[in-house]
């Protein structure tokens, strides 16, 4: 957005998206970046509501650097440690969701949580292995502090989008996020985990 002109003043609010939904909707906020789970398509569903999808976040599997870069099959992978977020959270389903398919029973993670910084810093110190989407990790796989498994089938990927109410696509902040959102997503390079 800076590179696009004066970087509006802008105040981030992280929190479900359910809780964004009502907020979006009551005026309390301009806009809701998220991925665009079933969750959050649902809470979106609103007829003063505008959604718009940008790019796909496609879910790969790390680990701490100095693993095997060996194509690993699901079997395998059950047997590691993990660290995952709770279950209501996409990239669990998604990951049990490819263990199911390949025959195999989900592990119980050794560490449980939803905060992304902590769980990559757990996977850094060595603790298990975690499934991540690609634009968070991206860096780290770059500089070697992680490495990316192959696995047999791909974890899947889920749109990412951007939330807004009618009537608010005029204003600058709005117009400026959707172009660097448009930008952003035509120019990232993707890591390709699977085949």
């Known amino acids: 957005m800076k ?3 004066e970087l509006p003043k802008v105040q981030f609010i992280e929190a479900r998206v359910v809780t964004l939904a009502e907020m979006l909707i009551h005026g309390d906020i301009d806009a809701i970046l998220a991925l665009l ?3 959050a398509v649902e809470v979106l569903n609103d007829p003063n509501v505008v959604v718009e ?14 693993e095997k870069k060996l194509r690993a ?4 992978l059950a047997e590691r440690p993990w660290i995952l977020p709770p279950s209501p959270y996409s990239a669990r389903i998604l990951l049990q969701r490819a263990m199911l398919q390949a025959g195999v029973l989900p592990p119980d993670p050794f560490f449980e949580t939803h905060n992304v910084p902590s769980t990559l810093a757990m996977v850094r110190q060595g603790l298990g292995f975690t499934a991540a989407f690609e634009s968070t990790v991206r860096g780290a796989l770059a ?9 047999e089938t791909e974890l899947g990927s889920i749109p990412l989008g951007i939330a807004y109410r009618k ?3 005029e204003l600058g902040a709005i117009q400026s996020l ?4 448009e930008s952003v997503s035509s120019a990232s390079p993707a890591v ?3 085949r």
């Open 167 to 169: 009537g608010a696509a």
């Open 192 to 194: 390709r985990a699977g």
């Open 73 to 76: 099959t699901w079997r395998m």
């Open 178 to 181: 959707r172009h660097a959102l």
């Open 37 to 39: 789970t079933p969750e």
């Open 3 to 5: 590179a696009q002109g």
């Open 53 to 66: 999808r940008f790019c796909e976040e496609r879910l790969v599997v790390v680990a701490p650097r100095g």
């Open 143 to 151: 500089q070697g502090d992680l490495t990316l498994i192959k696995t």
